[in-house]
């Protein structure tokens, strides 16, 4: 990836507030550094795990060819590929929700869907994908206390959940948990729809099934009307 990508993020932004930047750059550089050396040696024991795997599969599967130039490195490839889809797990929702602004006098309610996510089921490691949709009710009632967000922190945060072992309803919840913390909204609301590799791949082998989950709080929970509106929204 483009270092560019990674310093209008999140560098620029701590650069851009700082009083004095050179300074800054080095505090954060020593960090990234220190940051670095600890996941490369994730990375190697995680390797050396892969490799074991795969002498298992051989054990098992004596024709298994390992000396295969595409599994040459399929260890380090697939600790890196974890570290990356685990990445959620190294954010956290108040930085995510760093800039938020006063609802004002917005109290009508406001929903991002169909946003794709990728996760990794806790039981078996294999991937489930779908679509997060969320919704909010600012509650202007509580003046400063309640706040809206640009939109695309609605889709970090949904990544911050999904990026782990997790499991579909423990998502929901900690999604739906996320904004209602920072947020302080008068009601929020999350639906998830999630196509299970475990499920659809292997085991039970329902390729067409998916799950599908909510959970609510707050106006969303006391008022069905306001339900049957985030799903019309939904369906347009
Ligand atoms: N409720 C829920 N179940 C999940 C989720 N992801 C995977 N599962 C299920 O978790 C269960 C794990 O149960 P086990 O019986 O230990 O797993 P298993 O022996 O591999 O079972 P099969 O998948 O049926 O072959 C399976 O039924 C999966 O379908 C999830 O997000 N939510
Ligand atoms: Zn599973």
């Keep these: 990836?483009?270092?560019?990508?990674?310093?209008?993020?999140?560098?620029?932004?701590?650069?851009?507030?700082?009083?004095?930047?050179?300074?800054?750059?080095?505090?954060?550089?020593?960090?990234?550094?220190?940051?670095?050396?600890?996941?490369?040696?994730a990375r190697e024991k995680m390797a050396e795990g892969y490799d074991k795997v795969l002498q298992g599969l051989k054990m098992a599967f004596p024709n298994l060819d390992l000396d295969d130039k595409n599994l040459v490195g399929s260890p380090n490839r697939m600790a890196r590929a974890l570290l990356e889809i685990c990445s959620g797990l190294g954010t956290s929702q108040k930085e995510i929700f760093s800039t938020t602004f006063p609802a004002e006098n917005y109290n009508e309610?406001?929903?991002?869907?169909?946003?794709?996510?990728?996760?990794?089921?806790?039981?078996?490691?294999?991937?489930?994908?779908?679509?997060?949709?969320?919704?909010?009710?600012p509650d202007t009632t509580h003046g400063q206390d309640s706040r809206v967000v640009g939109l695309s922190k609605l889709a970090h945060i949904v990544d911050m959940h999904a990026q782990r072992p997790q499991l579909q309803e423990r998502m929901c919840y900690g999604i739906m948990n996320s904004i209602k913390e920072e947020l302080k909204p008068a009601g929020v609301m999350v639906v998830i729809e999630g196509s299970h590799g475990c499920l659809t791949c292997r085991g039970a082998k329902k390729a067409n099934a998916s799950m599908m989950t909510s959970?609510?709080?707050?106006?969303?929970?006391?008022?069905?009307?306001?339900?049957a509106e985030f799903f019309s929204l939904l369906k347009q």
């Design 215 to 227: 959970a609510l709080d707050g106006k969303f929970k006391e008022d069905p009307k306001l339900r």
């Design 109 to 137: 309610v406001i929903i991002l869907k169909d946003i794709d996510y990728t996760s990794l089921c806790s039981h078996h490691f294999f991937p489930f994908i779908g679509k997060a949709h969320v919704g909010y009710l």
């Design 1 to 41: 990836m483009a270092f560019e990508a990674s310093f209008n993020k999140d560098l620029a932004r701590k650069l851009a507030s700082s009083n004095n930047p050179e300074k800054t750059l080095d505090l954060e550089l020593a960090q990234f550094r220190a940051r670095a050396v600890e996941l490369n040696a």
